[in-house]
Nanobody, 126 residues
Framework: QVQLVESGGGQVQAGDSLRLSCATS????????VAWFRQAPGKEREFVAA????????YYAEPERGRFAISRDGAKNTVYLQMNSLKPEDTAVYYC???????????????????WGQGTQVTVSS
């Protein structure tokens, strides 16, 4: 059973940085994909970034490429999202999710993921 716990959210000013953490358990195959999504009030949940558990491949939403960085620490079973140069439009609840091996679908699509954390709030003020 995969379990995910997000942390690291908070309230910051525009231009600041934050690092989100997703503590995982139950990921037994290197082909799992772990992703970050976000959902702002009144909007659909959207893809932010993902990483294959082996660390071999990363995926980014184009607007966030170069500003956000996803990484993993295998020893700590944790995936991180480093967010730099934050903007007010980055305000959202950020969720960690896993896409299991052997399941088709795009790494960029919400419907490909079957395990979700509870989310962590990020608020960026101008």
């Amino acid at each position: 059973q995969v379990q995910l716990v997000e942390s690291g959210g908070g309230q910051v000013q525009a231009g600041d940085s934050l690092r989100l953490s997703c503590a995982t358990s139950g990921l037994t195959f290197s082909t799992y994909v772990v992703a970050w999504f976000r959902q702002a009030p009144g909007k659909e949940r959207e893809f932010v970034a993902a990483i294959r558990w082996s660390g071999s491949t990363t995926y980014y939403a184009e607007p966030e490429r170069g500003r956000f960085a996803i990484s993993r620490d295998g020893a700590k079973n944790t995936v991180y999202l480093q967010m730099n140069s934050l903007k007010p439009e980055d305000t959202a609840v950020y969720y960690c999710a896993t896409k299991p091996p052997g399941i088709g679908g795009s790494a960029y699509s919400t419907s490909s993921y079957n395990n979700w954390g509870q989310g962590t709030q990020v608020t960026v003020s101008s």
